[in-house]
């Protein structure tokens, strides 16, 4: 089973920024990193009558949407067909990070910043998370690690051992 870790958190909470920045240091150190992120208005984009949509409705069982750089993969999936999806699609990957999917079966990472909402708590003890990476002095339950934003190898440090707890 290839390791997928969640890295959850409020909106605007720096959840894309530490992924952006840890990647590339996974991929130094060796690891072949694929990402996942949670997409829920994405059905809002893919509008009806779209050329994709109408061949997912001739009956196609995928839609590759190909551009002069990137490419999108669509297709009709039921709400929790994820991990297996993730297995399938991330063949050759030692290491898929996803975006989101804070209720996913993962171990999560919970990035956390209070903002303008002043009154935002993190979401750790409403949802099982192992780290809650903050430079905000929050009140965490028994046993989950608080980690700085900035301490790098602290971070990389915990994601490497919950690759290796789940290889």
Not at 46 to 73: C, K, N, T, W, Y
């Amino acid at each position: 089973m290839i390791p997928v870790i969640a890295i959850i958190g409020h909106q605007d909470s720096g959840k894309t920024r530490l992924l952006v920045e840890v990647i590339p240091l996974l991929v130094e150190r060796g690891y072949r990193v694929g990402t996942v992120k949670h997409a829920p208005h994405l059905e809002d984009v893919e509008r009806p009558d779209s050329d994709s949509d109408q061949h997912l409705a001739a009956g196609a069982s995928r839609v590759l949407l190909r551009g002069e750089r990137v490419s999108s993969l669509t297709w009709e999936h039921e709400a929790d067909d994820l991990p297996a999806d993730l297995e399938r699609l991330f063949t050759g990957c030692d290491v898929v990070l996803v975006e989101g999917f804070k209720h996913g079966p993962w171990p999560k990472i919970e990035v956390f910043r209070r903002g303008r909402e002043l009154r935002r708590e993190p979401l750790a003890g409403e949802i099982d998370v192992v780290a809650v990476v903050t430079s905000d002095h929050v009140a965490l339950p028994d046993g989950v690690l608080a980690i700085s934003p900035r301490d790098r190898e602290a971070i990389l440090r915990l994601l490497e051992e919950l690759i290796a707890a789940a290889g």
